[in-house]
């Protein structure tokens, strides 16, 4: 995610946090913390629900994680979908619709979709009223730049790191489980974990369909908010107890901080149980992370990157850029003739045909990294450079091998 609060959806800023990029200068990133609903989709290929999740504005489509929850994705559900509600403001000239025709709209919506009545009086008692703590922290976010200078040395810290690897040490079986399963690596899921969750110590306080009702009846997002209530309401029909669906005020839920639509099409149980427990089981929570970095393009083998040393320029190098969208992609032997060097060497898993991206995302003078194409599928957990790097960064961090 990005930057705001320690126990909260978009924004738990230098603490779990999550916020959304909403520009980018060359040498830093701007955030805002919003309600951050997880892209499951690259900016360079949008689908119709990536940009739906960002409300169609492509500046809402960078986003970056300060130790953050509320990253989940939304995607276009495996199956039959969903019925589509449509966009309404919930809103007259006299104000809000009440929150009585509000919940009566998404009852009827849920019942067209076969979702039984039972299931949906359960859940929708879990909203008796709109959340006003949700919408205070919707209507006061606050906006800061970061250098990733900055932003590296708060949330890749040496407390982070230590608790990464006690998880590693831990969980090392459980990792390996997941990591043979679904053929991912061990480096993004954990860095994935850290930053969403602080490893699962801070998940959210805010019962997820309080959240997203309250989101959605307030109307400045209503199309996305509905569906991903929704969503919520599939999950409880596929037995997943609402009362325990909890989260960040902006709806992303458990240690990897999934929103419903994500929770539906990547969220899997390690032995086979359903519903997947992504709040209270490890196994199932990093087998949820491999299974989204699998479906998104990671290859086995292959890292994510690592830190290169560029020749001293005013400008810089032709190709390299400060982030994944405006960097060229050469073999790694291509950067090496330019003069391009790896810190340490070149990583197990890289030729010199390896094609590679150069960034510096604050630019000549600041720290390069040579990028993959698994850095892409990492920045589709959510499209931040910054995010993307820190992943790896902290992944690579705590991982002894």
Known sequence: MAASRPDEGPGRGLEPTGETVLAAHPKQERFMVRPHPQLSTFPEKPTPSH?????????????????????????????AALARPRHQSHR????????????????????????????INAALA???????????RDHHQ???????????????????????????????????????????????ILGIWGL?????????????????????????????FTQQLLDALRMAAGGVNPATMMGSYAGAMGQPQFMPSAYLHYATSMNGQTPA??????????????????????????PWGWEVTVPPAQAALPGVGTGWRNSMARPVSAWEGMGVRPVGGLPSGVSEGT???????????????????NF????????????????????????TR
């Open 51 to 79: 940009n739906q999740a960002m409300g169609g504005r492509r500046g809402f489509l960078k986003q970056a994680g300060l130790w953050g929850m509320g990253v989940a994705a939304t995607i276009t559900l495996p199956g």
């Open 92 to 119: 007259s000239a006299a104000g809000r619709q009440s929150w009585e025709a509000y919940l009566g709209h998404v009852r009827a919506l849920a019942l067209a979709n076969g979702i039984p009545a039972s299931v």
């Open 126 to 136: 879990m909203a008796a009223t709109p959340n006003q703590a949700i919408i205070k």
């Open 142 to 188: 606050p906006e800061f730049t970061m250098t990733w200078a900055q932003y590296k040395a708060r949330v890749v810290n040496p407390n982070r790191i230590s608790q990464g690897q006690q998880a590693w040490a831990q969980y090392n079986a459980t990792f390996n489980e997941a990591v043979n399963r679904y053929g991912a690596s061990p480096v993004p």
């Open 196 to 224: 969403e969750s602080g490893f699962g110590r801070v998940q959210g306080k805010f019962n997820v369909i309080s959240a997203l009702a309250t989101l959605a009846w307030e109307g400045r997002r209503a199309k996305f």
């Open 277 to 302: 427990n992504i709040w209270t089981s490890v196994p199932d929570v990093l087998a949820s992370v491999a299974n989204y970095l699998a479906k998104s393009g990671w290859q086995a083998g292959m």
């Open 355 to 373: 094609v590679v991206k150069v960034i510096q995302p604050d630019g000549p003078g600041g720290q390069a990294y040579a990028v993959t194409s």
């Open 376 to 399: 892409k599928a990492i920045r589709a957990y959510n499209p931040s450079d910054y995010y993307a790097l820190a992943v790896g960064i902290l992944g690579d961090s705590c991982i």
